[in-house]
């Protein structure tokens, strides 16, 4: 049975900085990619970030495009995201999300091409 566990979240001050990170286990085979996600309340869950297992790849939407980094730990089978510059619209539920296969990196960004999730972790930024 595959697990995502996400941890590091917390309560940060605007213009602060968190370091997500996110283990898998149960994985019989290496994923495709790991995806970011995150949901506010209210909101439509959102993507955050992609990478690919082999580090290649990585897509960020503009909204945190030169404030978040993805990175992964093959060995620890663990991904990251890396938060910088938060703002208080970056409050939200992170999820991370394994995908054994993309179906194109220009879809990357769409929930349906994640086959596993986590439970979150609550980011919550202060003004």
């Known amino acids: 049975q595959v697990h995502l566990v996400e941890s590091g979240g917390g309560l940060v001050q605007a213009g602060g900085s968190l370091r997500l990170s996110c283990a898998a286990s149960?994985?019989?085979?290496?994923?495709?990619?790991m995806g970011w996600f995150r949901q506010a309340p209210g909101k439509e869950r959102e993507f955050v970030g992609t990478i690919s297992w082999s580090g290649a790849y990585w897509h960020y939407p503009d909204s945190v495009k030169g404030r978040f980094t993805a990175s992964r730990d093959n060995a620890k089978n663990t991904v990251y995201l890396q938060m910088s510059g938060l703002k208080p619209e970056d409050t939200a539920v992170y999820y991370c999300?394994?995908?054994?296969?993309?179906?194109?990196?220009?879809?990357?960004?769409?929930?349906?091409?994640?086959?596993?999730w986590g439970q979150g972790t609550q980011v919550t930024v202060s003004s």
């Open positions: 999300a394994a995908a054994e296969t993309i179906t194109s990196w220009d879809t990357a960004h769409t929930a349906g091409e994640y086959d596993y």
């Open positions: 149960g994985l019989t085979s290496r994923p495709y990619a």
